[in-house]
């Protein structure tokens, strides 16, 4: 929608001018990519998922919320995933209770309510210390949850955000909230905050090894809690192309998956100075070059499951990987 241009060499974060973006471009394909969100449901999905990102090339979600209310409206049966508001960005993060309370009601109780710290780039465009980060987050993540349950108004005393009037207005979602799913990259910190609240993990970008790696993480972080993880509090994100062949697949896909890797994600600090703790940060080192990132041939992609291809059948309706 708004990609670097051909002369600008710099990264696709922060910095990459505004005058690349095309406003003509980005209303046909908004409104493209909207029909084919609700066609998914007319197809029999599950579910679909809208995220947030700022201040990038590719990213052209600030706000998922707007989205996932058209959604909520147009849609009559699927789950609406966003994964997720990024609650340090959000002063105060009460506005994302009640965002996410609005979408819940319209869409009669299939919001899937998802938070994130927020990436690393996103503390230099916001003018945040990322060294805040986790305790923005947390702190955030209560005031959040105790709107949705407590009677209000309440009196809200953090350390960063103080309301002597809380209140989630008169928008009620389901008892006691939704659903809450924490996208990460690998943090123990947050698999562990996780755990403890029985709420659902999903990794990224990463190979099928550091995947499995940070799920066996999240087991034992469940385990400590006292109990067993769900299969339905693991989530992997992954690109997947559908076309008549794998090869057809590769033909297609692998110039953008490309394009992406190499041109869209590089020259970006993933984990700005304070942003990751040193226990997470150690765990993360032997992971880095498992991360999309840092990868450079093909037979990588399929070994890692970067990517997946579906094969379509003959009845339009079934699938197979």
């Not at 994130?116 to 945040?128: D, I, K």
């Not at 947390?138 to 105790?146: K, R, T």
Request: proline fraction near 7%.
């Amino acid at each position: 929608m708004a990609t670097p241009a051909a002369d600008y060499a710099g990264p696709a974060w922060v910095t990459c001018p505004n005058s690349n973006y095309e406003p003509g471009r980005g209303h046909q394909l908004y409104n493209r990519y909207l029909d084919e969100l609700v066609y998914a449901e007319e197809l029999g999905f599950d579910g679909v998922c809208v995220n947030e990102h700022h201040a990038n090339a590719y990213g052209n979600m600030p706000s998922p919320n707007l989205i996932a209310s058209i959604l909520a409206r147009q849609t009559k049966r699927c789950k609406i995933a966003v994964v997720g508001n990024a609650l340090p960005l959000y002063n105060p993060p009460l506005r994302v209770a009640e965002e996410f309370a609005m979408i819940d009601v319209i869409s009669g109780g299939r919001l899937i309510a998802g938070m994130v710290v927020g990436g690393g780039p996103e503390y230099y465009s916001n003018g945040l210390n990322p060294a805040e980060a986790r305790e923005r987050f947390y702190e955030a993540h209560d005031l959040i949850v105790q709107a949705w349950t407590q009677p209000g108004p309440f009196t809200f005393n953090g350390k960063y955000y103080k309301l002597r009037y809380a209140n989630r207005g008169r928008h009620r979602c389901r008892h006691p909230h939704p659903p809450i799913w924490i996208p990460g990259a690998g943090s123990l910190e947050t698999m562990e905050f996780v755990a403890k609240r029985r709420y659902a993990y999903m990794g990224f970008h990463t190979s099928t090894t550091v995947f499995k790696r940070n799920l066996d993480f999240f087991r034992e972080a469940c385990e400590k809690q006292g109990y067993t993880a769900d299969p339905r509090q693991m989530g992997w994100l992954a690109p997947i192309y559908v076309a008549e062949t794998d090869a057809q697949a590769r033909q297609e896909y692998e110039p953008h998956f490309w394009y992406f890797a190499k041109r869209l994600l590089p020259g970006i600090e993933i984990s700005p100075p304070g942003y990751t703790t040193a226990r997470s940060a150690l765990k993360l080192i032997g992971a880095r070059n498992d991360f999309m990132l840092h990868v450079d041939a093909w037979e990588q992609i399929e070994a890692g499951a970067y990517a997946l291809s579906a094969v379509r059948r003959p009845c339009a309706s079934a699938w197979r990987r």
